[in-house]
């Protein structure tokens, strides 16, 4: 811990670090898109493995598809992806 420390202090001016919960779902962009996974299979009977595979499959080739549902899934966290770039 005290050599991490370090290391985040020597790198202060490129380095960010947040302080997260152990647990928060609501800082997690996958529990979005399980979310939508989950709505969209509601109806779904599954009668074995491989049919619950395909079933899985599909939606998330749908959501995929549709970039606007994970931007979706990020902007409901609050987080923001920055695009940066490193000098050296």
């Not at 049919?51 to 959501?63: C, F, P």
Request: aromatic letters at 8%; charged letters at 25%; proline letters at 5%.
């Amino acid at each position: 811990v005290a050599e991490l420390a370090r290391f985040a202090e020597a790198n202060a001016d490129w380095l960010r670090i947040y302080q997260l919960p152990a647990y928060a779902p609501d800082l997690n962009p996958t529990e979005g898109v399980w979310s939508l996974m989950r709505r969209s299979m509601a109806n779904f009977v599954v009668t074995d493995l491989t049919t619950l595979v395909r079933i899985v499959k599909r939606k998330l080739k749908k959501i995929q598809y549709r970039p606007h549902l994970i931007d979706g899934c990020l902007a409901q966290t609050g987080l923001i992806i920055e695009e940066t770039t490193v000098t050296t």
